[in-house]
């Protein structure tokens, strides 16, 4: 029986979970100290080459005055970026800034968002201390910021600046006693939430945009005034903390799960993991440092958001399923199972360039382990290394849409991928399974390997690739063509290799079709029994140009797959004959919603 309601009663089904530590003093002491130090780092910049990110400018004004009470310094830069934002009323760029100063070619509409971000909390927490005159006319640039914010039109569905927009006119609008600004700032946090507890979060588990929408909940939860808006982003922070903490795996002390939006293809690092070290989930990390960490700090030292016991005690179950919607449609979803010695996740369609849709970590204590991935590339080199501009101009590590079609019933995936070549000219495209080089035990075309630079082996198709590290163990059976397995100079300095699938057709619908088995095994004995089950299982593969069937059976268990291949869409997905369900969010059987707690 599902059960529908809050999050914090949903999870008192956690009691058997071991204690964890609520915020962590060192790291928050640690992070601070690195963020004054980026200050100094970034005062030195700016004397030899004063062209910054804007946000790098509104947020820096923030840290100084969170940090060391710096309201001179705070106001040098608030006066830099009342220089660089357009104020002539009669343009049609009014309220507006510059992603960097000095860089017109990066034309990211989100800049506004980002650069506007951190007023409504200087405001609201500092703005006592600032000058009159720097106060009166920061006013007035949020006004024009409003403007900006209004002509840029952001779909619900685009998570961190959404939720960015929202927070920043409600804080903002108070702040400068704009009714007409909060009140659009809170319509939206209305839709978002009806918008999530039908469709999910499209931005699902990602190690860097997650952080993002955490810095503006964390903000809209200190400072938000209107009765019940404190109440209603705490309800949201424990929406997004059950996720995150029920997608914890210990074994890595990182995200499992896929992940959308993932800039390290290898390693999943990101802000989030940083701010689950400050919230005690992990220990601390020396990540990269910027300064959109100033709302870990501004929320750790003023108490802010504590995930509370009950989410916490999610990480120490141990066996955990959560599933959830990633967007609308029907059959557009993700699904995690987790236990102590492995995570395996994966989803079904794509959403960027730099999703990570197959998710596969092993337990470990090896440094720089990568996960099990898969990465179809044109560049030989799918470790996310190389980097190109988007469409606004930032340069990103990108891979080609994998058009994934997954059935997952715990350790046992059947993946389906449906690459589009047709408009692709590059020599060489492959289909690439990340595997980690440092693993215990690799075995390919029946035989243990040892991986050397320039290794290149070759195997038919359907035969099983097996990797072993510690009391888990992993099988992948491609049955769609041959296989080989590469280790290359820049894999291996990475700790990386990769089962590849070389594609000569460009055509719309080169099919990619995987069974990835993983399961606890403690001995040899057990390995080779995992890797004969995936030998064995049974796999149907029939397309006709049109549609394209698959279904394996592995024992008493059989997965299967239908998809429009005209319409890239999904027909069926099915574990022992019943269609797989989808929800917006469901832990171990119970959904989790966000209940509506303002009018």
Not at 18 to 23: E, G, T
Not at 27 to 37: G, Q, T
Not at 294 to 309: F, K, T
Request: contains cysteine; charged residues 25%.
């Amino acid at each position: 029986m599902n059960y529908h309601g809050s999050v914090k009663r949903l999870l008192l089904f956690a009691l058997c979970a071991a204690a964890l530590p609520a915020a962590d003093r060192a790291s928050v002491n640690e992070l601070a100290d690195r963020m004054r130090a980026q200050i100094v780092r970034f005062d030195a910049r700016m004397e030899k080459d004063p062209t910054p990110s804007m946000r790098d400018v509104t947020n820096c004004a923030l840290a100084r005055l969170a940090l060391n009470d710096d309201v001179k310094g705070a106001e040098r830069m608030l006066r830099f970026f009342f220089e660089q934002q357009n104020m002539d009323e009669h343009s049609p760029t009014y309220g507006e800034v510059l992603w960097q100063v000095g860089h017109p070619e990066i034309k990211d509409a989100n800049a506004i968002e980002f650069t506007a971000q951190p007023l409504g909390p200087l405001l609201l927490h500092y703005g006592a201390k600032l000058s009159p005159e720097v106060r009166t006319e920061l006013e007035r640039h949020v006004h024009a910021a409003f403007a900006a914010l209004a002509r840029h039109k952001v779909k619900v569905s685009y998570t961190n600046i959404y939720l960015m927009k929202t927070v920043s006119l409600i804080l903002m609008g108070e702040a400068v006693r704009d009714e007409v600004a909060a009140n659009s700032g809170y319509a939206q946090l209305k839709e978002w939430i009806e918008y999530t507890n039908r469709a999910g979060v499209q931005e699902f588990l990602s190690p860097t945009y997650y952080s993002v929408d955490l810095n503006s909940l964390n903000m809209g939860y200190l400072y938000a005034g209107r009765k019940g808006a404190h109440e209603q982003f705490g309800e949201i922070l424990d929406y997004f903390w059950t996720d995150i903490a029920a997608n914890f795996f210990p074994g890595r002390n990182d995200l499992a799960g896929p992940h959308s939006r993932d800039y390290e293809f290898l390693s999943g690092d990101g802000g989030l993991l940083l701010q689950m070290a400050i919230d005690g989930m992990r220990p601390m990390y020396p990540a990269a440092l910027d300064f959109e960490k100033v709302y870990m700090l501004e929320s750790a030292l003023n108490r802010g958001y504590d995930p509370p016991q009950s989410i916490r005690a999610l990480t120490a179950l141990r066996r955990r399923v959560v599933s959830a919607k990633t967007m609308e449609d029907a059959d557009r979803d993700r699904y995690t199972f987790l236990t102590p010695q492995f995570a395996l996740g994966s989803t079904t369609g794509d959403h960027s360039p730099q999703d990570k849709l197959l998710n596969l970590e092993l337990a470990t204590a090896k440094e720089g382990f990568p996960a099990i991935t898969v990465v179809p590339d044109p560049l030989d080199e799918p470790y996310g290394k190389s980097k190109k501009p988007d469409r606004s101009g930032h340069n990103k590590p990108f891979h080609l849409p994998l058009h994934p079609t997954t059935v997952q019933e715990e350790g046992t995936l059947l993946l389906l991928l449906d690459l589009d070549l047709s408009k692709e000219s590059d020599p060489s495209i492959a289909t690439n399974f990340i595997l980690p080089a440092g693993a215990d035990e690799i075995r390919f075309g029946g035989e243990r390997v040892r991986l050397k630079e320039g290794m290149a082996e070759m195997a038919v198709s359907g035969s099983v690739t097996g990797i072993r590290e510690g009391n888990a163990a992993v099988a992948i059976r491609v049955f769609t063509g041959a296989v080989a397995l590469k280790a290359d100079a820049i894999g291996l300095k990475n700790h990386a290799a990769r089962l590849v699938i070389e594609h000569t057709e460009r055509t719309p619908h080169v099919r990619v079709g995987a069974l990835v088995l993983a399961a606890e095994c403690r001995d040899d004995a057990a390995f080779a029994a995992l890797l004969k089950r995936a030998a064995d299982a049974k796999i149907q593969d029939q397309a006709d140009g049109h549609r394209w069937s698959v279904s394996a059976s592995i024992g008493s268990l059989k997965l299967a797959a239908v998809r429009d291949l005209d319409h890239r869409a999904v027909v069926d997905r099915s574990v022992n004959g019943k269609r797989v369900a989808t929800h917006p969010l469901v832990v171990n059987g119970r959904d989790v919603t966000i209940r509506s707690l303002m009018q």
